[in-house]
């Protein structure tokens, strides 16, 4: 995911939204190349081994975490607004893009769909995030 892309370089909420796609297009692009891997790891093993998918949920939670240190970082330097709630928006975001992943997972993954759905939670995203008086 390259996080060092990702996690300590927006200076505003534009470059961390451009940022956190870019790292979803890296993720879609993996789907693309390794589905049965991918597939294998997310979605079969953890029914497979218990362990595995108390592992994930673990990623999943670091993830959310990553994103709420980040949420924190532009609250402080006052390029996100004060009143969200970094750690509740860090599952949230993870919410929000998961289902799609998942559909991509499993097989009913369409270009155009992808970029739509993408697109629409990421301009929801931007407009959230921005403080009241900040332009878009």
């Given at each position: 995911?390259?996080?060092?892309?990702?996690?300590?370089?927006?200076?505003?909420?534009?470059e961390?939204?451009?940022?956190?796609?870019?790292?979803?297009?890296?993720?879609?692009?993996?789907?693309?190349?390794?589905?049965?891997?991918?597939?294998?790891?997310?979605?079969?093993?953890?029914?497979?081994?218990?362990?595995?998918?108390?592992?994930?949920?673990?990623?999943?939670?670091?993830?959310?975490?990553?994103?709420?240190?980040?949420?924190?970082?532009?609250?402080?330097?006052?390029?996100?607004?004060?009143?969200?709630?970094?750690?509740?928006?860090?599952?949230?975001?993870?919410?929000?893009?998961?289902?799609?992943?998942?559909?991509?997972?499993?097989?009913?993954?369409?270009?155009?769909?992808?970029?739509?759905?993408?697109?629409?939670?990421?301009?929801?995203?931007?407009?959230t995030?921005?403080?009241?008086?900040?332009?878009?």
């Open positions: 995911m390259e996080l060092d892309t990702v996690l300590g370089a927006a200076g505003e909420v534009g961390l939204v451009a940022a956190v796609r870019a790292a979803l297009d890296r993720l879609w692009d993996l789907l693309e190349r390794e589905p049965q891997m991918l597939r294998l790891l997310v979605v079969e093993a953890g029914a497979i081994d218990p362990e595995l998918a108390h592992r994930l949920l673990g990623l999943e939670a670091l993830t959310a975490s990553l994103i709420a240190g980040e949420l924190t970082r532009g609250r402080e330097e006052g390029w996100i607004r004060p009143d969200i709630d970094p750690d509740v928006l860090g599952h949230t975001i993870l919410t929000m893009v998961g289902p799609w992943i998942m559909r991509e997972l499993l097989g009913a993954g369409n270009p155009g769909i992808r970029e739509r759905s993408m697109t629409a939670v990421f301009d929801v995203l931007d407009k995030l921005r403080p009241r008086s900040a332009p878009p």
